[in-house]
């Protein structure tokens, strides 16, 4: 691929679909290294390659800028060299960044820039890459002294806009200063200095060095909270020169903006197109960050298809990156996939991630999820012996990675399967081990030992274990403290449930009719009706049939049930009329449960 990437705009098809343009995304044909034809195309290219990290390709570029058309020209030859050097340094290489460091400066001194080149000669690597902390002391001598100097030669005084004049000098010193200044003391005081530096190259009209230097001004003043005038910055860049690496990092800042502000057509727009150059120019990072941005977001906005290319797209980049993220992202996709119940997919991409994982020892969390998401998957394919294994190991994995809580969760998961298919030794095992967990982290997470003492109680009650009362007690007490009204509800209704287990109906009845109401209070008018039916048919259970028709009957009479639950308490209703010798009125119930269920069917 020919371009030269100064002049070469990516056109973006404003009227294309969402799905249309992550697709062509996702499939297209991923960019070689590019080539150009000038030295300030090559110039462009080094700057996008190095803004991705691919420092090689991007010395490369700029070696090949010195040799074309233009290179000779000091202008382009002084930022090819510059570039050359910074690579070095951003790398960690100062030996290799000091010969072009050396032809820079002495091609200044050549053009009778002496000023320019005794304060690089001196600053060397600081105006190149991140200063350090004494460094950043230097620099900020560095760049009093030059104001005074300036002030003295009379470029240091002020504009009609109340804006120093300042040198060429002062803004690089100044943009390096911020940068150490922004990492100790915050983007505040880091705002002036950027800001200082962008009205230096303004009034001296160097687009060349602007479209950077307004990128930090924006990124620096959203972090001070000024987003609007983020947002016009960030507007101002990308409607003028600048490469493409910059202009994605613009339309990234765009899509964080109107993301917050729920401009959701905005940020959705403003993302898909960062990925587009991002992924255009190989910033793989910033390619991933800006799919799995636009991911989260039509994900929230019920657009499945399209979440789902833009976490493939988010994947794809940060594997073709080689960077470690591939493997959260690969999870997100995973459990996107599950969300909209592509068990069989989800399956795959969360098996593939398992397996990478689990050929080392590095991120066992990672792994644990990836098995949780796994175990989904399979169950929902009706195999759920495969998940119990998958929610066994993952327990082990996030126990390893110290992770107690969501090692209680998977223990839960598995008790829950097993107890669904009748394995309840093993159920029990599994609910004991997830209390014991949750037990530890009470403090912190007191809804997961709601939870396990919930299940083991249940558990217990069901297989006739009066000790199971207790736990269902226990989990009560702790719900009605952290929990909601819905979960002291259900907590209630497994107790009256138990009490049953174990033959003990007046409890049952009294816990039965305590859900109905908590039941109703949580706003489930279903499970409200649900218990007073249970109340009911034990009351009918006790030789009782008087007091469970009234109640069978109220179930049904002061809401509007399903239909489900109305045939249910038709059918004990009328046993409970038979035993009190009504016959008529039995068999008047029975004809609109004959008709109720003719309509059903």
Same mark, same amino acid.
């Given at each position: 691929?020919?371009?030269?990437? %100064? *002049?070469?705009?990516?056109?973006?098809?404003? %009227?294309?679909?969402?799905?249309?343009?992550?697709?062509?995304?996702?499939?297209?044909?991923?960019?070689?290294?590019?080539?150009?034809?000038?030295?300030?195309?090559?110039?462009?290219?080094?700057?996008?390659?190095?803004?991705?990290?691919?420092?090689?390709?991007?010395?490369?570029?700029?070696?090949?800028?010195?040799?074309?058309?233009?290179?000779?020209?000091?202008?382009?030859?002084?930022?090819?060299?510059?570039?050359?050097?910074?690579?070095?340094?951003?790398?960690?290489?100062?030996?290799?960044?000091?010969?072009?460091?050396?032809?820079?400066?002495?091609?200044?001194?050549?053009?009778?820039?002496?000023?320019?080149?005794?304060?690089?000669?001196?600053?060397?690597?600081?105006?190149?890459?991140?200063?350090?902390?004494?460094?950043?002391?230097?620099?900020?001598?560095?760049?009093?002294?030059?104001?005074?100097?300036?002030?003295?030669?009379?470029?240091?005084?002020?504009?009609?806009?109340?804006?120093?004049?300042? $040198?060429?000098?002062?803004?690089?010193?100044?943009?390096?200063?911020?940068?150490?200044?922004?990492? *100790?003391?915050?983007?505040?005081?880091?705002?002036?200095?950027?800001?200082?530096?962008?009205?230096?190259?303004?009034?001296?009209?160097?687009?060349?060095?602007?479209?950077?230097?307004?990128?930090?001004?924006?990124?620096?003043?959203?972090?001070?909270?000024? $987003?609007?005038?983020?947002?016009?910055?960030?507007?101002?860049?990308?409607?003028?020169?600048?490469?493409?690496?910059?202009?994605?990092?613009?339309?990234?800042?765009?899509?964080?903006?109107?993301?917050?502000?729920?401009?959701?057509?905005?940020?959705?727009?403003?993302?898909?197109?960062?990925?587009?150059?991002?992924?255009?120019?190989?910033?793989?990072?910033?390619?991933?960050?800006?799919?799995?941005?636009?991911?989260?977001?039509?994900?929230?906005?019920?657009?499945?298809?399209?979440?789902?290319?833009?976490?493939?797209?988010?994947?794809?980049?940060?594997?073709?990156?080689?960077?470690?993220?591939?493997?959260?992202?690969?999870?997100?996709?995973?459990?996107?996939?599950?969300?909209?119940?592509?068990?069989?997919?989800?399956?795959?991409? +969360?098996?593939?991630?398992?397996?990478?994982?689990?050929?080392?020892?590095?991120?066992?969390?990672?792994?644990?999820?990836?098995?949780?998401?796994?175990?989904?998957?399979?169950?929902?394919?009706?195999?759920?012996?495969?998940?119990?294994?998958?929610?066994?190991?993952? %327990?082990?994995?996030?126990?390893?990675?110290?992770?107690?809580?969501?090692?209680?969760?998977?223990?839960?998961?598995?008790?829950?399967?097993?107890? $669904?298919?009748?394995?309840?030794?093993?159920?029990?095992?599994?609910?004991?081990?997830?209390?014991?967990?949750?037990?530890?982290?009470?403090?912190? *997470?007191?809804?997961?030992?709601?939870?396990?003492?919930?299940?083991?109680?249940?558990?217990?009650?069901?297989?006739?274990?009066?000790?199971?009362?207790?736990?269902?007690?226990?989990?009560?007490?702790?719900?009605?403290?952290?929990?909601?009204?819905?979960?002291?509800?259900?907590?209630?209704?497994?107790?009256?449930?138990?009490?049953?287990?174990?033959?003990?109906?007046?409890?049952?009845?009294?816990?039965?009719?305590?859900?109905?109401?908590?039941?109703?209070?949580?706003? *489930?008018?279903?499970?409200?009706?649900?218990?007073?039916?249970?109340?009911?048919?034990?009351?009918?259970?006790?030789?009782?049939?008087?007091?469970?028709?009234?109640? +069978?009957?109220?179930?049904?009479?002061?809401?509007?049930?399903?239909?489900?639950?109305?045939?249910?308490?038709?059918?004990?209703?009328?046993?409970?009329?038979?035993?009190?010798?009504?016959?008529?009125?039995?068999?008047?119930?029975?004809?609109?449960?004959?008709?109720?269920?003719?309509?059903?069917?």
């Amino acid at each position: 691929m020919t371009s030269d990437a %100064a *002049d070469d705009q990516v056109q973006l098809p404003g %009227a294309a679909r969402l799905v249309t343009r992550l697709q062509a995304l996702l499939h297209g044909p991923q960019p070689s290294e590019p080539e150009a034809r000038t030295a300030r195309g090559w110039l462009d290219l080094a700057y996008e390659a190095a803004y991705g990290e691919r420092y090689h390709a991007a010395a490369d570029a700029a070696s090949r800028g010195l040799e074309s058309r233009g290179g000779q020209e000091p202008e382009n030859r002084l930022m090819l060299l510059r570039i050359l050097s910074g690579v070095h340094e951003m790398h960690g290489d100062s030996a290799a960044a000091a010969p072009h460091l050396a032809a820079r400066v002495a091609l200044l001194r050549d053009l009778g820039r002496s000023r320019q080149a005794r304060i690089e000669e001196e600053l060397g690597g600081m105006l190149l890459r991140e200063p350090d902390t004494v460094e950043g002391d230097i620099l900020a001598r560095v760049a009093e002294e030059l104001r005074d100097e300036d002030r003295a030669a009379g470029t240091g005084g002020t504009d009609e806009t109340g804006g120093t004049d300042g $040198s060429l000098e002062l803004a690089d010193v100044l943009s390096s200063l911020a940068v150490r200044v922004l990492h *100790d003391e915050g983007p505040e005081p880091a705002l002036e200095l950027v800001r200082e530096a962008v009205g230096i190259l303004e009034r001296h009209d160097r687009q060349e060095a602007l479209a950077g230097a307004r990128m930090f001004l924006a990124h620096t003043l959203l972090l001070t909270g000024e $987003s609007a005038a983020a947002l016009q910055i960030a507007d101002s860049v990308l409607h003028g020169p600048a490469n493409r690496a910059v202009r994605g990092a613009m339309a990234m800042l765009k899509a964080t903006i109107h993301h917050h502000d729920d401009r959701h057509d905005e940020a959705v727009e403003s993302a898909v197109t960062s990925a587009e150059l991002y992924s255009a120019c190989g910033v793989r990072k910033g390619a991933a960050s800006a799919a799995a941005l636009l991911a989260g977001m039509v994900s929230a906005l019920d657009q499945g298809e399209a979440a789902v290319l833009a976490w493939r797209i988010a994947v794809q980049q940060a594997e073709l990156g080689e960077f470690p993220e591939a493997r959260m992202l690969s999870l997100a996709l995973g459990q996107q996939l599950l969300e909209l119940e592509d068990h069989a997919e989800a399956e795959s991409v +969360l098996d593939a991630l398992s397996l990478r994982l689990g050929s080392s020892e590095e991120d066992l969390s990672t792994r644990a999820r990836a098995l949780m998401g796994l175990g989904h998957a399979v169950t929902q394919q009706q195999r759920p012996l495969e998940a119990l294994a998958h929610w066994e190991e993952a %327990a082990r994995l996030f126990a390893r990675s110290d992770e107690p809580e969501e090692a209680a969760r998977a223990h839960l998961a598995a008790g829950a399967l097993a107890a $669904s298919l009748e394995r309840l030794d093993e159920a029990r095992r599994h609910y004991e081990q997830g209390l014991e967990l949750a037990r530890r982290e009470e403090d912190e *997470d007191p809804l997961t030992l709601v939870q396990a003492l919930h299940a083991l109680g249940h558990l217990l009650t069901r297989t006739e274990d009066s000790e199971g009362v207790g736990y269902l007690q226990r989990a009560l007490d702790v719900a009605q403290e952290h929990g909601t009204e819905w979960q002291v509800a259900d907590i209630t209704d497994s107790l009256a449930r138990g009490y049953v287990a174990l033959g003990e109906g007046t409890q049952a009845v009294a816990k039965a009719l305590d859900a109905a109401d908590l039941f109703g209070a949580a706003g *489930d008018e279903r499970a409200a009706g649900g218990a007073e039916v249970f109340a009911g048919k034990v009351l009918l259970e006790m030789g009782r049939p008087d007091e469970a028709e009234a109640i +069978l009957r109220m179930a049904v009479g002061e809401r509007e049930p399903e239909q489900d639950l109305l045939l249910e308490a038709l059918e004990a209703r009328i046993e409970a009329l038979m035993h009190q010798d009504k016959a008529d009125e039995a068999a008047e119930l029975r004809r609109e449960l004959t008709r109720l269920k003719r309509h059903r069917s």
